[in-house]
């Protein structure tokens, strides 16, 4: 399955519809699978004595704007998250239809709203940065939640931007082992103008990460809202394009040969050979034996002479021809 690609646009639509909807536009031209934004209202999230109320406020659109971006993404073929808080975004999405919603670590506790969510909508995953195991099994054993349900996990925080030595991606990887069998993701926000933030993310995938969040801005110039570690869609479009070529790369974790080892390995591995002419009947002798590459290796090959040493020839064969087993008795 390949790595789901969600282009955050979270906060950077600063409550303006015009260039909210530019920004779903935007997500849906960046080469995304998903394109997330986050529905604030303020009184979902703080009290009006909080430093940022006034600014959660100007954040707040009514549904047929949320609609109108909504069928933007849709329309594109692409999937259509919301990040909700409360209440308010959770009638929202609900209304929209969306396909899958995020709770942010600061609804990690809100058993109201983690019900509703689970209840409502296809897929639901939880940010665990700063969360630790013991909570995240609390939260798994408190609503019976089984892998295979519609809950997943994602890994990351944002630390305005987050430090590339700050990330500690090998955590995934004790993740997926404590809890086995659900889905986790990973949320990058190294800075978007470090030549890293193309690479950082990258390291996530061997773990064999189900998602890859990233945020998505119009130019980091304009100093929208969370552009720090966000890249712009030309940027995100070469990001798509490296993931899916690690992708490639990485392959499948199995214990099989691929179709191409396969061509490798008759390509290079010497075979047995004769070092003269032999006929049926003949005993082999260790002598008569060498190991070399053939050009059309035939199967069943034998690979070690000691295989064939002592055994007796059914055929007629001359010099340097490839014996298989077929050939011995």
């Not at 980091?220 to 969370?226: A, C, T």
């Not at 050009?295 to 007796?312: F, H, L, Q, S």
């Amino acid at each position: 399955m390949a790595t789901k690609i969600i282009a955050e646009i979270a906060q950077g639509y600063e409550g303006d519809p015009s260039l909210a909807r530019l920004l779903a536009k935007a997500g849906v031209e960046s080469g995304a699978d998903v394109v997330k934004f986050q529905c604030v209202f303020a009184d979902d999230t703080a009290v009006p004595s909080y430093r940022y109320y006034n600014l959660f406020k100007q954040l707040e659109m009514p549904f047929e704007v949320w609609k109108s971006i909504f069928n933007i993404v849709k329309e594109a073929d692409k999937e259509f998250y919301l990040n909700i808080g409360g209440k308010q975004s959770l009638g929202i999405a609900r209304k929209l239809g969306v396909d899958g919603v995020r709770l942010h670590v600061t609804n990690f506790f809100n058993t109201e709203l983690i019900k509703a969510a689970i209840e409502s909508f296809p897929m639901v995953y939880f940010g665990v940065g700063g969360i630790s195991f013991k909570e995240i099994k609390d939260l798994i054993e408190r609503y019976n939640i089984e892998p295979d349900e519609n809950v997943s996990f994602i890994y990351g925080f944002q630390a305005e931007p987050t430090p590339i030595e700050n990330n500690n991606i090998l955590k995934l990887k004790t993740l997926m082992e404590s809890f086995p069998g659900f889905d986790f993701g990973f949320e990058d926000h190294t800075d978007g103008s470090d030549k890293n933030a193309q690479i950082v993310p990258l390291l996530a995938l061997p773990l064999g990460v189900c998602y890859i969040e990233k945020h998505l801005t119009l130019d980091r110039i304009l100093g929208l809202e969370d552009s720090i570690s966000a890249l712009t869609p030309q940027e995100f479009n070469a990001f798509v394009a490296n993931i899916r070529m690690v992708e490639s790369a990485i392959g499948k974790n199995t214990s099989e040969l691929t179709e191409t080892e396969k061509g490798y390995r008759i390509k290079v591995l010497k075979v047995v050979v004769l070092n003269t002419d032999m006929f049926q009947g003949q005993l082999i002798k260790k002598e008569s034996l060498s190991l070399r590459r053939v050009e059309n290796v035939r199967e069943p090959a034998v690979y070690r002479k000691e295989d064939i040493e002592g055994m007796t020839l059914k055929v007629n064969l001359r010099k340097y021809e490839q014996i298989t087993k077929e050939m011995v008795v």
